[in-house]
Nanobody, 115 residues
């Protein structure tokens, strides 16, 4: 099993920035995607950004040009740099790793954008 632990969420003013981190308990061999999802009450969890082993990335339209997903292999850590945040970005953000055999989720970290 793999445990994913997110951190970095919090309260930020509109226009501000946050960097979310997701640390894996061990190296994950053969992963297919690593990504960040978010969810607000009463809504379906949605993909925000994901990373492929080739290094290519995929972003939801609402965050393009404001968000960057990256990975530090040596630290088994996935990051999500978020800039120019707005109230619509308020959500619980979840880290996800998908392999051919399994799928792992973190417990989530709350991001609140408010003045």
């Amino acid at each position: 099993q793999v445990q994913l632990v997110e951190s970095g969420g919090g309260l930020v003013h509109p226009g501000g920035s946050l960097r979310l981190s997701c640390v894996a308990s061990r190296e994950i061999i053969g992963w297919l995607t690593m990504g960040w999802y978010r969810q607000t009450p009463g809504k379906t969890r949605e993909l925000v950004a994901r990373l492929f082993p080739s290094g290519s990335t995929d972003y939801v339209d609402s965050v393009k040009d404001r968000v960057t997903i990256s990975r530090d292999t040596g630290k088994n850590t996935l990051y999500l740099q978020m800039n120019t945040l707005n109230p619509e970005d308020t959500a619980v953000y979840y880290c996800n790793v998908y392999t051919a055999a399994d799928e792992f989720w973190g417990q989530g970290t709350q991001v609140t954008v408010s003045s």
